[in-house]
């Protein structure tokens, strides 16, 4: 099984994946430099340059106050 993150700068995106190499989990991690979620339109094509079997979005933006 290969698990898609999204969101592997941050938090909790960060943790998951430590979490995934510890227990030597296939993974491939994605952040903003690789995959721009902001643009919904584009979202599906960029993902289909991945092959994964779970997508795990960790991805969140945190300034909520802008």
């Known amino acids: 099984m290969k698990i898609l993150v999204l969101g ?3 938090q909790v995106g960060s943790d ?5 190499e510890n227990r030597k989990i296939e993974y491939v ?13 584009i979202i599906k094509n960029s993902l289909a340059r991945y092959e994964f079997d779970v997508l795990v979005n960790c991805a969140a933006y945190t300034k909520v106050d802008l």
């Open 16 to 20: 998951l994946i430590h979490l995934l």
């Open 29 to 41: 991690g994605l952040g903003r430099n690789n995959i721009n979620l902001a643009e919904i339109d």
């Open 8 to 10: 592997k700068n941050g």
